[in-house]
Antibody, heavy 117, light 107 residues
Framework: QVQLVESGGGLVRPGGSLRLSCTAS????????MSWIRQAPGKGLEWISY????????YYADSVRGRFTISRDDAKNSLFLQMDSLRAEDTAVYYC??????????WGQGALVTVSS | DIQMTQSPSSVSASVGDRVTLTCRAS??????LAWYQQKPGKSPKLLIF???SLQRGVPSRFTGRGSGTDFTLTISSLQPEDFATYYC?????????FGPGTKVEIK
């Protein structure tokens, strides 16, 4: 069965950096777009980044463009999100998601990122 | 980017009630719409894709309808496990965007 497991969340000071990882199993990882979606405490869902199969197409939401970098390692069935210059408003649960043509058909359990001094 | 709106923002209902949630897109998205259910502390779960197709394993009491800009999600007979927040999401064009959600609460 499809599994997505995020890791790397935690507490970081404003201006700091953090790298999230997502390890996938149960499907041919290299064939699919993958995405990071976040949810601030008590708020809705925000699609912040995606990367195409092969990594040739990448999208960032305006809120993270220039600060976050998405990447993938198909040999390791892994997705990454490098987060730099973190701000308090980046505090959220970050979900890794597998993308089908209609949206996110599988989600990880989420990784909590807290940006606070 | 395509903007998504949902109404109502919350609804109170009883077990056994029929509940209809509405989602509207800022432009024509044909039937490129998905619905998700999220319970507190859990990841969202895909319920419906392509506006009306039921994801495998989702009970048949969930029905999606619509095309263009206006869509609905109907729960025909609300069950205790259905109390959750429901999000719509357009998949017509990147970036995919979510609506703000509708919370279904117990009356």
């Amino acid at each position: 069965q499809v599994q997505l497991v995020e890791s790397g969340g935690g507490l970081v000071r404003p201006g700091g950096s953090l790298r999230l990882s997502c390890t996938a199993s149960g499907f041919i990882f290299s064939d699919y777009y993958m995405s990071w979606i976040r949810q601030a405490p008590g708020k809705g869902l925000e699609w912040i980044s995606y990367i195409s199969d092969g990594g040739t197409s990448i999208y960032y939401a305006d809120s993270v463009r220039g600060r976050f970098t998405i990447s993938r390692d198909d040999a390791k069935n892994s997705l990454f999100l490098q987060m730099d210059s973190l701000r308090a408003e980046d505090t959220a649960v970050y979900y890794c998601a597998k993308i089908a043509i209609f949206g996110a058909d599988y989600w990880g359990q989420g990784a909590l990122v807290t940006v606070s001094s | 980017d395509i903007q998504m709106t949902q109404s109502p923002s919350s609804v109170s209902a009883s077990v056994g009630d029929r509940v209809t949630l509405t989602c509207r897109a800022s432009q024509d998205i044909r039937t490129w719409l998905a619905w998700y259910q999220q319970k507190p502390g859990k990841s969202p779960k895909l319920l419906i894709f392509a506006a009306s197709s039921l994801q495998r394993g989702v009970p048949s009491r969930f029905t999606g309808r619509g095309s263009g800009t206006d869509f609905t999600l109907t729960i025909s007979s609300l069950q205790p496990e259905d109390f959750a927040t429901y999000y719509c999401q357009q998949a017509n064009s990147f970036p995919f965007t979510f609506g703000p959600g509708t919370k279904v609460e117990i009356k």
